[in-house]
């Protein structure tokens, strides 16, 4: 059933970004966010936990002054930040990341014990718990994020060191979880390991990886829940599960058979992440309709504009169709970074650019306000309206953002193009360049913009020898008009599931044009939609934007735009490290009087709406936002 | 400094009430609330709490089969019962509740220590503990319901045998608690005794109690907090205060230097409703200005307009000013109860009608909509709007609201008419009688009207012999254009303080007929309420609307109303018991596409809105509600 031509992510090796939107983020990243968080991981010692194995190898208990107290999750932090790291040393190498990486990895191996296993906590603190409650505790989880780690390091550096370590514990693992007497019928109450086993398999050729993947997603959801036995084995009440429910979890029911994208926003990203993988490289039907249901409820019914998901801070998830509350949306990063995980696999399974739509808005807006312009200042949750004081955080207790938006960011190659042996897709549209073996040929592709600023993209061609392959340019379901041109000849835009194509001999030196309208753009949505009643959202490109107290004369909640007033949008370059504003007139509820009810309907007053792009909000000093505005129909 | 004649509640005995809007829901609270809670009472253990003690006295171990385990707060929600079952016995005697009243009483007397002390949980359960924990504890409100409960057990019955029992608590209490040596300088952390205290005074004529009564609220907030002192006594660090500030029971600072209403809204409302009594019983002008200060600034910054207040579930009180969200709205049912007590003494302390009008609001708003046109079902938060899952429920871990509902609600006379020797004031319209002597002559003065339906209202005097005196009859604020005659000769209504005067020579067969001009308004919240911006509410006469789900041919939050469009106002006798409806012609956000953002506008078409008051909401089958409406400007 295997697919013969696989749509796949460039390697990181294959793309080089130098985009002028793009670029800063990612120097902020490499620069700032990378040692930044290598410094915590070093501060609250989840490094150093990765030595306590060690003593308990040994059979040295613990010393009692030791200062480090793992938790659950630390050994997944550390992996994210290799990742990262790893990542990053493909556009800039550099001598002493590459041994703190070194460092790191070697502090792994010592931690991993005789018989594969490896997992900081259960190895120094509580050994008798090992394996015991997948359902709360994260082993497979840490396992996943490790497993990343490996393949992103081997794929950037070349070495197998960490990559050979987590071959050896994913088989001891696959030794514990199966279908055999004496294996257990399990899979992780955390989803990860499955998308991770998935990279591991297109890493190594490897099969056996693949098919564990599978094995963990076949049996999510069978009869009796695993979590139950498991449960009953640790001697605890199965009623006792303090989510209530295995939705919790996406382990409700098989996941070929679901069809609502229910539970923790981010379990369920993994999730479908790993299924469209799978269902790509078994080429499984049944699965990729599974997949495509649940997109199409997800973005049907649950998505923020913004390409948040996950309303609830009570589940980090999900809650009922329609329910998008602005103020208290929780929108984890996490789960953000998780869609454009699976937006990208399912743009490569099905080559439909409504994913890569989804994809581009996830990155530009909830995926990009996690992390600070300076790159050291973080948001867990993004809410689409705030008081002013839902801050920026250094760090958190369970700081498992941060690092995710940081390899996605060291990864963003990834996300530009996707390539298979007759074809390129360009799906980000960001100054950088590919190198890759399409038509049998070596291409360089080179992609200059000022995109998401302005509209005109241009692609140059370069070959060793003249070839026959596929360009596909994502028009964005916004861009109403595009145009494009080969080497100045007008080409018919008739997207073909949102991509033009361009199916021709190349040679050196072809140029491709194309010119995607920017305007600003008012968006609605759905009535349904009770917390976006009588509002509207500005949007201009993929971003989405916002007005912040600080920019208006009025307070935010006073303004409201008329349907049908002008709009203009200005690129300021002094402004929030240079971004394009969008200004209107507006009106404002004149400041009140003396009575806290009267029955007149406040005054108003010509007011002036400035917005800036959602995606750096909160870079300034303390102050109100809202994405949302109320509108004056007339 | 005593006032010479203090304008007080009439007693119980006093008015009786025959209102078509009343006294349905006096029935049910009568018939039926009692009776459920005595039920719950007793299902519970509460009651039987009350034998524990009797063990404890006698050294008898509570047998480990015993059923009950009281809880802290027990002893206030028997008090309350007792204190609301012996107001229902002034209108309706009833042998066997008058029994249930007594045996309740008995099983007090044997908790009573010989000491005096008296409390369950702490003789029975944790006899070392008592009186150690003031700030989180609440022996004290347990201690100031049952006082409460003496107070009107005294004045419905005549009988002592609770007032007995509770003076000598008092006095226990006022043993321990004083500025002598060996005396502790303490005072409650949930307020409640205070105004018990000043009842008890006003009921015996015993200044030891309003002493008492000032001491506990000169107290609060002096330095050092006296909550440290106690807590550094138990051995605990006051810093670990799990409210993190004395503004949670306003001990902050001294209650004379008040002047923003913060912290736990029940706690708040029963503390200030004590400084308005003491300062009318004081003549205390420094601290009839704390009052005032105190009101303004709920009134002006923090009171819903259904007369609820304390947005926030975390404290169960306030926030910031002009923080009124409507779908969490707390709005707990006992903080609406405590502002009409609040409100009534306020307008006692100072003769506005301002106060009065508050009291209304709340009495007719937010108190009422906390128990069901049945009885037997009651809500603990008041929200003003609701998606259909926040519900009525039957009894509650923590049931303050419903016998403080009840206890109210039997006691209503209190709140129509208050009675000096030279003045009668009408403060509620509704069909009534009161006896009183007035004026050196025995009055009897009986309303009768359709209010709230209608605004019409009818007074007639019969007196033994001629007298001069004054009626004050209250004009609402909203009420424009009121008429009013004696006799039927028109007066000119130049409301005094809000109050239409009129002070003559009365005689038997006098009639007194006033018109409340009643018409549908609109009324508008402050342009600094974020969440009210756009929206406007309904009201008719005393009685705020909101539309039910069940009601409309559309989602509500996909209804608007335009500012200019008319609405009637009909009586239907067939829904929710008989109620005035509103109706108008309003538009609604047509049902949406596929899509969950699209760069349309919804289309709108014309809809039929009919609002009900808000008093009766949640009383057929589950239903989305909100009191604001979005406008349409124009």
Redesign the interface.
């Known amino acids: 059933m295997t697919t013969v031509d696989l749509s796949l992510p460039p390697a990181l090796t294959q793309v080089s970004l130098h985009d002028a939107f793009w670029s800063p983020r990612l120097e902020a990243n490499r620069a700032c966010t990378l040692p930044a968080l290598h410094d915590k991981l070093v501060e609250v010692g989840a490094l150093d936990a990765f030595d306590l194995p060690e003593y308990a190898k040994r059979g040295i208990t613990i010393p009692k002054n030791h200062q480090v107290t793992p938790q659950m999750w630390w050994d997944s932090d550390v992996a994210k930040w290799i990742e990262a790291a790893s990542a990053s040393l493909v556009t800039h190498p550099d001598a002493a990341l590459d041994a703190q990486i070194d460092d790191a990895i070697a502090r792994i191996a010592g931690a991993q014990q005789p018989d594969g296993y490896l997992n900081t906590y259960f190895t120094a603190i509580e050994p008798d718990k090992k394996l015991t409650n997948e359902r709360d505790w994260h082993e497979l989880y840490n396992a996943g994020h490790l497993i990343e780690a490996a393949v992103t390091h081997f794929q950037a550096t070349g070495k197998t060191s960490l990559l050979d370590i987590m071959e050896r514990y994913s088989r001891y693992l696959a030794g514990v979880y199966g279908p055999n007497p004496g294996q257990r019928p399990g899979y992780p109450g955390h989803q990860e390991i499955e998308l991770a086993l998935l990279r591991l398999y297109h890493a190594t050729g490897r099969r056996e990886h693949l098919d564990f993947a599978r094995y963990f997603l076949d049996q999510r959801g069978q009869q009796p829940p695993y979590f139950e036995t498991e449960a009953l084995a640790r001697g605890d009440n199965p009623q006792d599960f303090w989510a209530g429910t295995y939705e919790y979890m996406q382990a409700h029911q098989p996941v070929r058979e679901q069809s609502q994208v229910v539970g923790h926003a981010v379990r369920a990203m993994y999730q479908y992440a790993a299924m469209a993988d799978l269902a790509a490289a078994d080429g499984d039907a049944d699965l990729r309709a599974a997949c495509e249901r649940l997109w199409d409820d997800l973005?049907?019914?649950s998505?923020y504009?913004t390409g948040g998901l996950g309303p609830s801070a009570s589940n980090e998830g999900m809650t009922r169709p329609y329910d998008l509350p602005n103020d208290t949306a929780y929108a984890e990063t996490c789960a953000a970074v998780g869609l454009a995980f699976w937006a990208r696999r399912m743009a490569a399974l099905t080559g439909d650019a409504k994913y890569a739509d989804v994809m581009e808005r996830a990155l530009y807006n909830n995926v990009l306000s996690g992390v600070s312009l300076s790159g050291d200042r973080f948001l867990y949750e993004n809410p689409l309206e705030s008081?002013g004081t839902h801050r920026r955080w250094a760090w958190h207790p369970c700081p498992c953002c941060p690092p995710n938006l940081a390899r996605l960011l060291a990864s963003l190659g990834e996300y530009v193009y996707a390539v298979s042996t007759q074809e390129v897709t360009v799906n980000l549209y960001a100054g950088s360049t590919l190198r890759a073996d399409v038509g049998g040929q070596h291409l360089t592709l080179t992609q200059e913009s000022a995109y998401p600023w302005r509209g005109d993209i241009h692609l140059s061609v370069e070959l060793d020898a003249p070839a026959t392959f596929t360009v596909r340019l994502r028009i964005p379901a916004?861009a109403q008009g595009a145009t494009l041109s080969v080497n100045g000849e007008p080409q018919t835009v008739t997207p073909d599931q949102g991509y033009a194509v361009l199916t021709r001999g190349w040679r050196s030196g072809d140029r491709i044009d194309l010119t995607l309208p920017l305007l600003p753009?008012?968006?609605?949505?759905?009535?349904?939609?009770?917390?976006d009643?009588?509002l509207?959202a500005l949007e201009y490109g993929p971003l989405v934007y916002c007005v912040e107290g600080v920019d208006q004369d009025a307070?935010?909640?006073?303004l409201?735009l008329a349907?049908d007033s002008a709009l203009s949008a200005r690129f300021d370059p002094d402004l929030l490290g240079g971004v394009t504003v969008i200004e209107g007139e507006a009106v404002a509820?004149?400041?009140?009087?003396?009575?806290?009810?009267?029955?007149?309907?406040?005054e108003t007053r010509p007011a002036h709406l400035k917005a800036i792009p959602y995606a750096v909000w909160d870079n300034r000093e303390p102050t109100p936002m809202r994405v949302w505005l109320?509108?004056?129909?007339?």
Do not use: F, K
Not at 521 to 531: F, I, K, L, S
Not at 630 to 634: C, G, Q, W
């Open positions: 973005t049907r019914h998505l504009l008081d916004w753009r008012r968006t609605y949505a759905h009535p349904a939609v009770r917390q009643a009588g509207v307070d935010l909640h006073a409201s349907r509820d004149a400041i009140g009087g003396y009575d806290l009810y009267t029955s007149s309907p406040p109320r509108e004056t129909a007339r």
